[in-house]
């Protein structure tokens, strides 16, 4: 299942986003650390790379997220000229309190009295951008909510009389090239209710959990997750919990919804759903897929101008 999700505000947020980038001096992008590379918005290097802004990606939920891969992720975006990472949950105050001092480190000439910092705060739909604008404010100033697309305009708010910060819509992007990440969004909540079949997303979760955390779905639910599949482990879900439509039969949509909660909300524990090393392999995928594609549109068009040529010369 192919999802994309691009509603008309997110088209206007992204060209008021780039009127904004020429007056801004650094962007601050909040990723999912459960899933770093699928919830970065190539819309937003493509902004801020057109203007040479420097980028602190900020890892949010690391509370939800596998630390071990966070500590891949965090490695893998330094190495990106112009990025400085940084992993964190705005849970802890303390955590929240340093963004100050490393956004003004990657602006150093600003800062003053005389020239305010001025940040924009970037990102998908339900990263915790509106809930890390009232942590670093200590107050409620961005409306937060559990779905996605809360926030629909920017509003421009003073950090302190030297640093002012442009909070944005959620962002995605027009298409999705991988199918992965369209679905890894869905299981993260980054994607609207009603561009997505929760079951078919579940049973991708669970298929993903089987890989990579087995032991998790065991401890959770109860499951030999042995020669299962993804199907097999919402139907487990469903047994284990009892959940029957009249009749008998499995409530497969109430387990499908049990299970993304659950991973949603850390219930199950700390879960990545990518590593640099999954991410390039399914870069690699892809690449070979659209050259296959290519390769036979080629050959199909090549076909056609025969034909058509033979065409010609039988009249």
């Known amino acids: 299942m192919a999802i994309q999700w691009y509603p008309g505000h997110m088209n206007a947020a992204r060209k008021k986003a780039a009127e904004t980038m020429e007056n801004i001096d650094l962007v601050i992008e909040v990723v999912d650390a459960r899933l770093p590379q699928a919830s970065c918005n190539p819309l937003v290097d493509e902004l801020r790379l057109f ?13 939800l997220a596998d630390p071990e891969a966070t500590k891949a992720w965090v490695a ?10 940084y992993a964190m949950t705005t849970k802890k105050p303390a955590e929240v309190a340093r963004i100050p001092d490393l956004a003004k ?18 990102g ?17 100033v961005a409306k937060v909510g559990d779905e996605p697309a809360v926030t629909k305009m920017q509003q421009k708010l003073y950090l302190d009389k030297n640093t002012v910060l442009v909070d944005t819509p959620g962002m ?34 669970a298929e993903e959990l089987l890989r990579r955390y087995p032991k998790l779905l065991t401890e959770r639910y109860g499951l030999k997750t042995e020669e299962m599949d993804g199907i097999g482990v919402v139907e487990g879900i469903a047994a284990r919990r009892g959940f029957r ?17 659950d991973y949603r909300s850390g219930a199950l524990g700390r879960i990545s759903l990518e590593t640099p090393e999954t991410r390039a392999a399914a870069l690699a995928t892809y690449a070979a897929e659209q050259a296959l594609k290519a390769e036979k549109a080629a050959a199909l068009a090549a076909e056609k101008a025969k034909a058509a040529a033979n065409g010609r010369r039988g009249t």
Not at 177 to 195: F, P, Q, T, V, Y
């Open 124 to 140: 998908i739909p339900n990263v915790g951008k509106s809930t890390l604008m009232n942590a670093l404010l200590k107050k409620r």
């Open 172 to 205: 995605l992007w027009p298409k999705i090239a991988l199918e992965s990440d369209g679905l890894m969004l869905a299981a993260s909540h980054a994607i609207g209710s009603n561009a997505l079949i929760e079951e078919e997303v579940a049973v991708f979760l």
């Open 245 to 261: 439509q009249k009749g008998g039969d499995f409530d497969f949509e109430k387990a499908s919804h049990t299970l993304l909660i």
């Open 105 to 122: 480190s990657l602006a150093p000439h600003r800062g003053v009295p005389t020239k305010p910092l001025r940040i924009m705060i970037m």
């Open 76 to 85: 893998y975006f330094n190495a990106q000229e112009g990025v400085t990472a």
């Open 51 to 63: 203007r040479q802004r420097p980028c602190l990606k900020i890892l949010n939920k690391t509370d």
